[in-house]
């Protein structure tokens, strides 16, 4: 729904009495593809394949997509379950957090920043930049292989926290 409202009482010179402001309407509307122009069995294949192929394949243990176009929910299907051992079903319902996406898009970002500064080797020891890391198991992991979840460091195991110094 829309907002519209005109104010009753002046805020400030630029908030004065009687302006008005409107939104346009946002909520999403559920709908079949073809309302939206897509024709559904040319996006359902590749979107299962897709999505099946992350769960099989362990790089997550349930997915959630939502497929939006012009305001109208076109395709909203689950696949997996919350957690590896399959307890839960993941449902379209759920919702999910950014906090794992969060994690790995910042440090990527800022790994290629200092990357391309020349203040960090990718084939560098985890040691040598987070001093905490020395002598634990995390030590000669380097940095290229924990970008690329190569370290062998299982899911939800912390690492070493760099300390202020």
């Known amino acids: 729904m829309p907002a519209k409202a005109k104010l009753s009482t002046r805020y400030s010179k630029k908030y004065k009495r009687k302006t008005s402001a409107t939104t346009t309407a946002t909520r999403l509307k559920y709908t079949v593809p073809e309302d939206a122009g897509i024709n559904i069995s040319d996006i359902q294949p ?3 394949s897709i999505a099946n192929a992350a769960v099989l394949g362990k790089a997550a243990p349930g997915v959630v997509v939502l497929v939006v176009k012009d305001g109208k929910i076109i395709y909203n299907k689950a696949y997996g379950a919350h957690t590896y051992d399959s307890s839960q079903a993941t449902r379209i319902t759920d919702i999910f957090d950014l906090a794992s996406i969060t994690k790995v898009s910042a440090s990527t970002i800022a790994t290629m920043r200092l990357y391309e500064q020349k203040k960090i080797l990718l084939d560098s020891a985890f040691e040598h930049y987070i ?3 020395r002598n ?10 924990i970008l690329l979840h190569q370290s062998g460091i299982a899911a939800g195991v912390g690492l070493p926290v760099c300390q202020r110094m």
Do not use: Q
């Open 46 to 48: 590749s979107v299962d």
């Open 136 to 145: 634990t198991s995390k030590s000669n992991l380097t940095i290229r292989n």
């Open 131 to 133: 001093p905490s890391a």
